[in-house]
């Protein structure tokens, strides 16, 4: 994804309701850390933060960015 589009589609995205938002992301990992209990989420969140830093390490900012902000609005980490 191009970093033209990536922004396009951000902005778009946070114009959404948060109810709205939270019914869109519903990949795996989001059902991961939904369905985990308290504790468990915790571990969940690290395994998806972890996921985020190898992009983060390939340079891939825009797939990192998308996992962390995952994980910010889906969990209690």
């Known amino acids: ?13 946070r114009e959404f309701p948060l109810c709205l938002k939270h019914t869109l992301l519903s990949d795996e990992n989001i059902t991961k850390v939904r369905n985990a ?28 960015i998308e996992l962390y902000e995952l994980v910010r609005t889906n969990s209690s980490t």
């Open 37 to 64: 209990p308290l504790a468990g989420s915790f571990f969940v969140a690290d395994e998806i933060k972890a996921e985020g830093n190898l992009y983060y390490e390939d340079k891939d900012y825009y797939a990192a």
């Open 1 to 13: 994804m191009s970093k033209k589009v990536f922004k396009e589609k951000r902005k778009m995205f």
